[in-house]
């Protein structure tokens, strides 16, 4: 059917809307794109006369699109190489979507979009639903075409599994500001003693490079190990310089609502280290270097004014 301008106006005021849903269920802005835009062309090939409330249909659709996405997205990533994390986005990014409250923040951070993917593909939607998106179970029930029991039974169970590997953060924008420049002249010192000193006692360093830049395929754990491991990788070498085109400056940042580190050389982003710092310390460090999942946040990189970099690392 051929869309009129009024039908096409009702989608659009849904789409940011939509973005961030699929982002959020599927841990990927790219992948979250190729969704919304196939939810254009089902609006496209439906009557949109006959569909009472827009917004419901549109994410009814969607969501079941993105179901089906992380069904077959669970047998490609038993074949990824090395650890496989979420697409860090950068700090306004509209696909970040809604921040009013302390649960929409959380629900869009880098450590709990790692951690969703641990939950079965209905457990992760009826947690993004209800958490991110403030839907009532009713609502939920008839989106997934379940029972609002079972609803409120699956948001229950995702919150479980999320609080055994979740360490909440409660530490403030300054704090970690300064905890982050903290870090970075300890991991340039060329020792280890200093950054053990800010990591927890469990801290995990996770690496996600896709089999297209070198990333161990095992987390360090234990704060000693990631110590260890950062002092290395912040030492400098020709090869690591080669690897990414240059000497890349080191700007402290905000990506998925959390403290982080950008590495980027020429305005093009290679890595971004997502930072989780509670109040005994920085838990875990996550980054993202393969360059698939940088594609946007280095669009938005480049397009604004960031200033000289703190550091030019290597």
Known sequence: MVLTPRDVERFEASRSRLGALAYRLLGSASEAEDVVQETFLRWQAADADRIDVPEAWLTKVLTNLCLNQLTS???????????????????????????????????????????????????RAVYV???????????I????????????????????????GRVRS????????????EFLAAATSGRTEPLVRLLTDDAVAIGDGGGKVPARTKAF???????????????PGKGKRALVGGSPGIWATTANGGPALVAAVDGRIVGVLCLEI????????????????LVRASRRWAAGDHGEPLLHAF
């Open 221 to 235: 754990e234990g704060a000693l190990a990631v110590a260890t491991f950062l002092r290395g990788l912040f030492k």
């Open 278 to 293: 509670t109040a005994d310390g920085i838990a875990a460090f996550r980054s993202q270097a393969n360059p698939d999942k």
């Open 141 to 164: 029930a008839g989106v997934l075409g379940i029972t609002e029991a079972a609803g409120q039974q699956l948001f229950h169970r995702a919150k479980k599994h999320l609080a055994e």
């Open 73 to 123: 997205a669970r047998a490609r990533r038993e074949t990824y190489v090395g650890q496989w994390l979420p697409e860090p986005l950068l700090d306004g990014d509209p696909m970040l979507g809604p921040a009013d409250t302390a649960e929409q923040r959380e629900s869009v951070s880098y450590a709990v979009l790692a951690l969703l993917e641990r939950l079965a593909p209905k457990e």
């Open 170 to 181: 409660e530490v403030d924008a300054a704090a970690a500001r300064r905890v982050v420049e």
């Open 129 to 139: 639903l209800r958490e991110a998106f403030g839907y009532p179970y009713r609502e």
